[in-house]
């Protein structure tokens, strides 16, 4: 079986696009070379997005990417406070075929907005399936009903598909929160990862 490896890279720095590329540079080093298939990005919302996710991708490319705004970072033990920062974890494919897609109208028909999302997503991981699957779901934290979303997404899925997730944060401002999709920044929206696999996929929480 091939391994998956991981980078992840931060950074504090003010300017957006600087920020995005340094983050995503350190990230991308941790790989050792190999090709990533998946990049996930959590950064706060003062940024300018756009420009942040342009500076990811000078260093990622094309990779799928996926993200959210969030209300803080944790990386190796280290705290950094709601206001700044940008995380980058970078994934090679290992064992895993990965799809992204995100829908937006989340406030408008989120049962509907599920159903298409998990469609999309796992359209995007190819045509053939491995035999097991997850999915990693980000949602704008202040649009739609939540649990519809979820109901729209297993009506395709099927209840044998463990979802984990979150909602997107906004430094505790609770003004907007936004999903990142490439290189575009949405809100009222989700994006999901779907992580296609040969073996089961279990979701395991731990506090703290």
Do not use: C
Request: glycine content about 16%; cysteine-free; aromatic content about 4%.
């Amino acid at each position: 079986m091939t391994s998956l490896r991981s980078g992840i890279g931060t950074s504090g720095l003010a300017d957006a696009t600087a920020a995005g590329r340094a983050a995503a540079t350190d990230a991308i080093g941790g790989l050792g070379g190999e090709r990533p298939a998946l990049v996930l990005v959590y950064a706060s919302v003062r940024y300018d997005l756009a420009s942040m996710l342009a500076g990811i991708r000078e260093v990622t490319g094309d990779t799928p990417l996926a993200g959210a705004t969030s209300s803080g970072l944790f990386h190796a033990g280290t705290f950094t406070a709601p206001g700044n920062g940008v995380a980058v974890l970078a994934l090679t494919a290992g064992p895993y075929r990965f799809g992204v897609s995100s829908v937006t109208g989340l406030s408008k028909d989120p049962d509907v907005a599920g159903s298409t999302l998990a469609r999309a997503a796992r359209d995007a991981a190819g045509p053939e399936r491995l035999g097991h699957a997850a999915i990693l779901l980000l949602t704008d934290g202040l649009a739609g009903d939540q649990q519809t979303l979820l109901n729209g997404i297993y009506r395709v899925a099927g209840a044998a598909v463990p979802i984990a997730g979150g909602a997107a944060g906004d430094d505790r401002l609770l003004e907007g929160t936004f999903v990142f999709d490439g290189d575009r920044v949405r809100g009222d929206a989700a994006v999901a990862v779907w992580i296609d696999a040969d073996h089961p996929l279990k979701v395991i929480a731990n506090h703290g």
